[in-house]
């Protein structure tokens, strides 16, 4: 848990101080309005994947291999299907609501909100297709270890796109942080390392707060 959350943070709730290393505060301010928007867009499918993992830990915990893997389809397939709704509503709607959350002074936050549009649709993949399908199984160790390779990554895109492109450029780096998550999960998972044992079962980690 300590190695999630500090993986985690690397590129989840530090970016603001990283980019704080290169910009003003204006610029910073920027960024990270349009973070919280992106964020809380994603936020809106938490009572799916709540819904979901409790019941899929019962079910992988019972052996119920195939009532679990049905589940777990069929609430990836809502939760990506939401994300990608929220992600293109994001990339049409950035100007009206920055507009309307922000004020008119926060414009320069229109471009880094719809670069970050992409995150629901790449959380929703991570959270439905790693964690609902990773976690249930005990392969915490494996999604420790793409989180953190993400966090590195996103550390070292933070200092070559920030510096010369400010929020846009910490915006970019953002996504493709989380981009590698989520492509790093559906490997694991097409791979077959979930590997549906009920014996490897271990106390799944609270989804409630993961951002």
């Excluded at 985690?8 to 709730?13: A, D, I």
Aim: aromatic share 10%.
């Amino acid at each position: 848990m300590f190695v999630f959350r500090s993986a985690e943070s690397l590129y989840g709730v530090g970016n603001v101080f990283l980019l704080g290393l290169f910009a003003t505060p204006e610029i910073v301010g920027y960024f990270a309005a349009a973070e919280k928007i992106a964020k809380s867009a994603f936020g809106l499918l938490n009572p799916i994947r709540e819904a979901i993992f409790p019941r899929l830990s019962h079910l992988a915990a019972r052996g119920g291999k195939e009532a679990a893997a049905k589940l777990a389809r069929r609430g990836a397939a809502v939760m990506i299907s939401g994300g990608a709704i929220l992600c293109a509503a994001l990339l049409v709607f950035a100007p009206l609501a920055t507009r309307l959350l922000l004020g008119g002074d926060f414009a320069p936050a229109v471009d880094a909100l719809r670069i970050l549009a992409l995150l629901p649709l790449l959380l929703s993949v991570t959270y439905s297709v790693g964690f609902q399908w990773l976690l249930p199984f005990g392969k915490d160790a494996l999604i420790n270890q793409i989180i953190l390779a993400a966090g590195l990554t996103n550390v070292a895109l933070s200092f070559l796109l920030a510096r010369p492109f400010l929020h846009v450029g910490m915006a970019w780096a953002v996504v493709v942080s989380e981009a590698l998550v989520a492509i790093g999960m559906v490997t694991a998972v097409s791979r077959g390392t979930a590997g549906w044992s009920s014996q490897s079962i271990q106390t799944p980690l609270p989804t409630g707060e993961l951002l």
